[in-house]
């Protein structure tokens, strides 16, 4: 949207072009593209323009993020006897079952009587000799379920061979993978019950950003070198308040801070927070769940020596970041990362990786075409992530991930008029502010990850502090 004023408004009748409006309605990503400095701000400019979700507005500065996921087709099984863990043998009929995540531990929330399970047999806890009629796996038919606890009863080897059961685990406490495969029911038997899984939900707070400029009006009538300095004040501030969001979006911590005069001051929640395990669904990061290291079940690669960037590394990290969300997804890497990513990877991506120009964001995006998802992954520098964020790298889902601004509070500025508003008791000193009350949305923080952690102790890559304040560009 271009500058422009909201005309309901306009009550000035001041000389000064910037006093001509009470406030002006902004795009953020239109900001930022006219400051000049796409990287420092790329989540808010790809949300701004369309690349996620549609914007929300919200009419409460409390509001829920609902969060809602696939019904379960895969489950994790073992033996069950006198209710403790057990060997799978081919004799076994009594099975305990949970989800992937180990977070549903409710049997009949998963499964129920007819339901048939289908255990492969390339499993690392599976004694099928390979080359066997048995190496397809085995099918098992579920004949009652636990009305409260985790187990439930099978009859084996539906649709065998006739040679008996084939799946074997080695010893207890080891789960075997199954797929529940549909439902064994007779032409005029009941359908299936209806298994639901309820809405998970996170609580969220829009935040409030504002940053007061301002300037003498004798400074205002003075021809100086630099132009208007009301105008430069206000670009600077513009700037520093979408990094402010920028940051935000990125690393919030949710919070609510009562104030003496009444009310109370909200932060937001970010990307990060979530990604570690402050959330409903995320697990919280250790190093045997390490995404790469570990067994996957985190959203964090936490690398160590920069020696472990391998691309073997890499491309398992690619695998498990796309099991979850949708394929609509953008590296954001500190400078840093880039070049390591770049060193590391520059043979295998000779022939599917491509830089191009993205015209409606106004800045140039990497392109790398792999083999876990339809379309290529976005990469892009974040020109934020300096000092200890250099070598980090934030995947962002954004297929799943959307602004949400409180009312009409996109972007504005707010005028201080005469001795009212923002206005100080010293009228020689005019003062406005830059205003925004927003909040990252997201509705499934599952397709989100996190490279960080790496140690770079020879120094091949690194230092990418920049010096503040030389990329606001003045017209003089």
Do not use: C
């Not at 070049?339 to 106004?362: C, H, K, P, V, W």
């Not at 502010?433 to 020879?458: M, P």
Request: charge should be negative; proline fraction near 3%; aromatic fraction near 8%.
């Amino acid at each position: 949207m271009p500058i422009g004023p909201d005309t309901s408004r306009n009550a000035s009748t001041s000389t000064h072009p910037i006093e001509d409006q009470l406030f002006y309605g902004l795009s953020p990503a239109s900001m930022a593209i006219q400051l000049g400095k796409f990287s420092d701000t790329p989540l808010l400019t790809m949300l701004s323009m369309g690349l996620g979700l549609p914007t929300r507005t919200v009419t409460q500065k409390e509001f829920k993020w609902l969060l809602e996921y696939e019904d379960i087709t895969e489950v994790l099984i073992e033996g069950y006897s006198g209710g403790s863990d057990a060997a799978i043998t081919t004799a076994t009929t009594t099975f305990q079952i949970t989800d992937v995540a180990g977070t549903i531990t409710n049997a009949n929330l998963l499964i129920q009587a007819g339901d048939i399970l289908w255990i492969p047999a390339t499993q690392t806890n599976q004694t099928t000799a390979l080359g066997t009629v048995g190496e397809s796996g085995e099918n098992i038919r579920v004949v009652s379920v636990d009305s409260a606890g985790a187990f439930f009863t099978a009859e084996r080897e539906i649709g065998g061979d006739g040679g008996g059961a084939e799946t074997v685990a080695a010893d207890s406490g080891n789960f075997l993978d199954a797929f529940i495969t549909g439902h064994l029911a007779g032409e005029i038997e009941r359908s299936r019950s209806i298994i639901t899984h309820p809405l998970k939900s996170d609580v969220q707070y829009i935040q409030k950003f504002q940053n007061k400029y301002g300037a003498s009006q004798d400074a205002m009538d003075t021809a100086m070198a630099g132009g208007n300095p009301m105008n430069r004040e206000q670009r600077k501030k513009l700037s520093l308040t979408l990094r402010e969001i920028e940051y935000a979006y990125l690393s919030g911590k949710l919070a609510r801070v009562s104030s003496a005069t009444g009310g109370s001051k909200m932060l937001m929640k970010g990307i990060l927070p979530q990604i570690m395990g402050d959330s409903t669904s995320s697990t919280v990061y250790d190093s045997t769940a390490d995404m790469v290291t570990g067994d996957g079940s985190t959203r964090v690669w936490r690398v160590g020596d920069k020696d472990n960037f391998t691309v073997n590394n890499w491309l398992t990290w690619v695998e498990r970041a796309y099991n979850e969300g949708t394929d609509n997804k953008v590296l954001l890497v500190g400078a840093g990362f880039q070049t390591m990513f770049l060193q590391t990877m520059e043979s295998y991506l000779t022939l599917n990786f491509e830089s191009i120009t993205a015209d409606r964001l106004g800045m140039r995006v990497r392109m790398w075409h792999h083999g876990e998802a339809d379309r290529p992954l976005m990469i892009q520098r974040h020109g934020l992530f300096r000092g200890p964020l250099h070598q980090d790298a934030v995947l962002v889902d954004l297929g799943h991930t959307r602004k949400a601004v409180f009312g009409n509070g996109d972007l504005r500025i707010w005028k201080g008029k005469g001795g009212t508003g923002l206005q100080e008791n010293d009228i020689e000193t005019l003062e406005h502010a830059w205003q925004a009350k927003t909040a990252i949305d997201i509705t499934s923080e599952l397709g989100n990850a996190w490279i960080t952690g790496v140690e770079n102790t020879d120094g091949s890559f690194g230092g990418s502090r920049r010096t503040v304040g030389t990329h606001v560009t003045v017209n003089v």
